[in-house]
């Protein structure tokens, strides 16, 4: 089983964004049980908050299921407990590494590596522009899933 953890500052734009596009397209191709999908915070600014209402709308669009979900901050347990977290934002990558005392087992990467734009997702925190925001997701976890296939992994 492959543990993943996705990862922003808050956990209620784009992180659980990621979480549940990536449960979405896992079983769309018929690999749930392969899988083991969550998300967190680098931060404690909203633990226990629910889905940002942005992303709601964009889950809600795509008939996600996302009602369960409230805000938990990254642990350093996290770091043994799943074999990749993956980072939003360089800030993100930093307080990552933080949090888990470093990376000496190379966990930890950044989603947009996994495109052929590497770079940040867009935080609509601030550019309040979900859709582009969902863009970066879908093809992060897209190319996420062809790196898993293409080394094996699933």
């Given at each position: 089983?492959?543990?993943?953890?996705?990862?922003?500052?808050g956990n209620i734009c784009r992180s659980p964004m990621a979480e549940f596009i990536m449960k979405y397209l896992v079983?769309?191709?018929?690999?749930t049980n392969q899988f083991h999908i969550a998300s967190a915070s680098t931060s404690t600014e909203e633990i226990g908050s629910r889905v940002h209402h942005g992303t709601a709308a964009v889950l809600d669009r795509l008939g996600i299921d996302y009602s369960e979900k409230r805000a938990r901050?990254?642990?350093r347990k996290d770091?043994?407990?799943y074999d990749m977290l993956i980072g939003m934002d360089d800030w993100?990558?930093?307080?990552?590494n933080r949090i888990a005392g470093g990376d000496p087992e190379g966990k930890l990467y950044l989603l947009m590596d996994f495109t052929d734009r590497p770079g940040e997702v867009a935080d609509p925190w601030?550019?309040?522009n979900f859709e582009v925001t969902y863009r970066d997701v879908m093809d992060g976890c897209e190319g996420l899933l062809a790196y898993l296939e293409e080394n094996g992994m699933i």
């Open positions: 089983m492959i543990k993943i953890l996705f990862i922003c500052h079983d769309q191709r018929g690999l901050q990254m642990t770091y043994q407990d993100n990558m930093r307080n990552m601030y550019t309040r």
